[in-house]
């Protein structure tokens, strides 16, 4: 796990490429990588990489990045881990391949050799890297399937430029910090900023699942190498497979697998645990594959002990019936009030969520966890969540009534801001006959209409044309994934996943210089399991959870709550949750 960045002045009007911006760039990016941080910039000062380390695989020097491989022809900048890279080396090996190290990194250096593009059909993991190929003058960018390490750039026709993070651009100067009123639309509709929109017009992601060159004729265009809805529509034709085994043998089968695959590093792993099947089960499944006990860690807050929300109590004693070595840690107000600037300046892009993964990730790194297992996904691959019994009914409801007359944005407005409607009620005619345009009413912070009283009516006009929201929604859908669960799945994995989780699970635990690793989220593991979740849908949790002992499976389930409305003293919002009052805080913050 590391912070990458570069700069490829790939014009000839460009000017060279400045030591100062390069360093600047990666000393913002210190806590994503305090083991080590290097530089190099090319003879002709044309372009330069650079990496913040966190030393999981070969420990060794050999392991410091920018790499070069034996030729010294290639060299990467590469964040992430690639969980299979043993095998990879081995056939790499027994094709010609030499190495002078054991890192995940010199075998993407190999495969790049060897197989070109077509290597990341061979990767298992979470990666983002650019490799530099001197023989051909150009720049190969990649981002893994499910985008859990991210990756931004900003081209301004003369210059490339990339990070592992949006501020880190920002660092030296070089890049305009006008800001996107289109990510800001995106940030109020959604609780988050959708991809590929930042705050900053000059600023976009490397989609998740793409990858691209830059050469002297600037960048081309990204190539998805990945697709979600694909896979399930792939599955959709293999089906029968599913009836070859029970549900539990064959589930189990192969997130063990995964789980084994997460654990590889030359570190210990430990494992964030709350009382949720998710974690629980990985924490259950890894503790047969690793040699000593294993780390677990849970968080709390004061305002809950004794309360039925307080997770603790279950969290550790299911840690006791798997002889883990627990950790719970109890965070206060004045905890949270004394970290909030830490928290809003590793905060990389607005958000209104991360902070429970912050106080968790910190709690790893003062037990000294550099790596930590957790059950984000599950929610997303075995269809745990109320969006997948609800949304359906949203579609069936919106069709049902397209003929009935609808207000006009103006009158919504007036009747929203009066509380004489609820918001995503009057949204469900309006939106609700398509899946995408269901999701955003069901996981909508704000409707549309609602962000003239935010943003102003002409920047929520601008950012709302640009954003395209019902564009952007039904993009993961294609191809068709086939049934409403694969619809909702791809979905919740494609944005709320993408776009909020694993982003803010990036930010909060690389302010602490963790690494989290996510055996749920994996291209391999959907690939397996998608004619079983075809088949039996969102009672393929319940196998999942047969792993664990009866007293747990059976709790009801809830979400992780963190009490901002007590901490933060936030203004009732009318929502019932004051998100809406805590993305403002965010919003006015950033």
């Known amino acids: 796990m590391c ?58 020097a050999e392991g410091t990045q920018p790499m070069f491989d034996t030729s010294g022809e290639l060299v990467i900048a590469f964040n992430g881990e690639i969980y299979n890279y043993a095998e990879l080396r081995a056939s790499l090996t027994r094709r010609g391949a030499t190495f002078h190290s054991h890192t995940d990194t010199e075998v993407l250096l190999q495969l790049y050799r060897h197989d070109g593009e077509r ?59 006008t800001r996107d009123v289109a990510g800001a639309a995106g940030f109020f509709l959604t609780g988050s900023v959708p991809e590929p929109f930042t705050m900053y017009e000059s600023i976009r992601a490397v989609e998740a699942g793409t990858a691209f060159h830059v050469d002297a004729r600037g960048r081309g265009a990204a190539r998805k190498h990945y697709s979600i809805s694909s896979i399930y529509a792939a599955a959709d034709e293999q089906r029968h497979l599913a009836h070859l085994a029970e549900p539990e043998t064959l589930l189990c089968e192969h997130v063990r697998e ?14 964030f645990l709350s009382a949720g099947i998710d974690s629980a ?6 503790r ?20 039925e929300i307080d ?18 840690r109890v965070v206060t107000a004045e905890e949270f009030r004394a970290d909030l600037p830490r928290i809003f300046a590793a905060m990389d892009q607005p958000t209104i969520d991360g902070v429970n993964t912050f106080f968790v990730s910190k709690i790893a790194h003062e037990a000294g966890v550099k790596v930590a297992l957790s059950g984000l996904g599950g929610d997303e691959l075995f269809g745990s969540y109320p969006s997948f ?22 009158a919504l407005r007036l009747a ?43 920047a929520a006009e601008e950012g709302l044309r640009r954003l395209a929201p019902f564009t952007l929604f039904s993009e993961p859908l294609q191809p068709d994934p086939g049934t409403p669960f694969a619809r909702i799945a791809t979905l919740e994995s494609s944005l709320y996943m993408r776009n909020q989780l694993l982003r803010d699970t990036d930010w909060a635990s690389m302010a602490h210089s963790v690494e989290v690793r996510t055996p749920l989220v994996d291209a391999m593991l959907l690939r397996q399991i998608a004619p079983l979740l075809l088949v039996h849908g969102s009672q393929t949790k319940q196998a999942f959870g047969a792993i664990l002992p009866e007293w747990l499976r059976n709790r009801p389930k809830r979400g992780f709550v963190v009490p901002l409305k007590d901490w933060a003293n936030l203004p009732p919002d009318g929502t019932g949750t004051r998100m809406r009052s805590w993305a403002k805080v965010v919003y006015d913050s950033y």
Request: hydrophobic share 45%.
């Open 281 to 286: 089960a990985v924490a259950s499944i890894a």
């Open 311 to 328: 997770e603790a109590p279950l969290a550790e004693a299911f840690a006791a019936s798997i002889g883990a070595r627990h950790t719970t």
């Open 258 to 271: 995964s789980v084994r695959y997460h654990l590889v590093a030359d570190v210990p792993v430990g494992v």
């Open 416 to 458: 929203t801001a009066a509380h004489l409607i609820n918001p995503k009620a009057a949204a469900i005619p309006r939106y609700g006959a398509t899946y995408g345009g269901a999701y955003l009413v069901k996981r909508g912070l704000h409707m549309p209409w609602e962000l003239a009283d935010i943003l102003g009516a002409d």
């Open 3 to 60: 912070g990458i960045g570069g700069i490829f002045a790939y014009d000839e009007r460009a000017a060279s490429v400045r030591r100062e911006e390069l360093e600047a760039i990666n000393t913002a990016m210190f806590s994503r990588g305090p083991d080590a941080g290097s530089t190099w910039i090319s003879n002709d000062a044309r372009v330069g990489l650079a990496n913040r380390r966190l030393a999981i695989i070969d420990l060794s």
């Open 389 to 410: 019994s609800s949304i359906p009914k949203i579609v069936r409801a919106a069709s049902a009534g397209a003929r009935m007359p609808r207000l006009s944005e103006r």
């Open 119 to 177: 290597m990341l059909g061979r990767m298992r993991g979470m990666y983002a890297f650019a490799i530099w190929d001197s023989r051909e003058q150009r720049l190969f960018v990649a981002r893994d399937p499910y985008g859990i390490k991210p990756l931004y750039f900003a081209d301004d026709g003369k210059t490339f430029r990339f990070a592992s993070q949006v501020k880190a651009l920002l660092a030296d100067g070089g890049v305009s910090k």
């Open 288 to 307: 047969h594959e690793v040699s000593s006990p294993l780390q677990t860690f849970t968080l709390t807050f004061d305002v809950f002990r004794g309360t």
